[in-house]
Nanobody
């Protein structure tokens, strides 16, 4: 059984930092491209950052310079370090795993709220 479990979401103030984690099980983690998506109320789910099995991470323009995606293949963990958070970063953040255009899996999401 494949499981992706996110954690670390919280209510924070603008300018603060937060780290999201995703624990993976049931997949050959090191072979998968891992992504973080987010979905704000009333908006479509959007790709925030991705990290290939061995390659350069990619970010959506709105988070470049503030967010850092990383992975630990030994521990089967995915991370998203978020700095200088803004109210527009408020969303449910989802961990996503994909391989070969055929296999893809989603976590249940973790809520991040940025508000004064």
């Amino acid at each position: 059984q494949v499981l992706l479990v996110e954690s670390g979401g919280a209510l924070v103030q603008p300018g603060e930092s937060l780290r999201l984690s995703c624990t993976a099980s049931g997949i050959h983690f090191s072979a998968f491209t891992m992504d973080w998506y987010r979905q704000a109320p009333g908006k479509q789910r959007e790709l925030v950052a991705l990290i290939p099995p061995a390659g350069t991470p990619t970010y959506v323009d709105s988070v470049k310079g503030r967010f850092t995606i990383s992975r630990d293949n030994t521990q089967k963990m995915l991370y998203l370090e978020m700095a200088n958070l803004k109210p527009e970063d408020t969303a449910v953040y989802y961990c996503h795993a994909r391989y070969g255009g055929t296999y893809e899996y989603w976590g249940q999401g973790t809520q991040v709220t940025v508000s004064a």
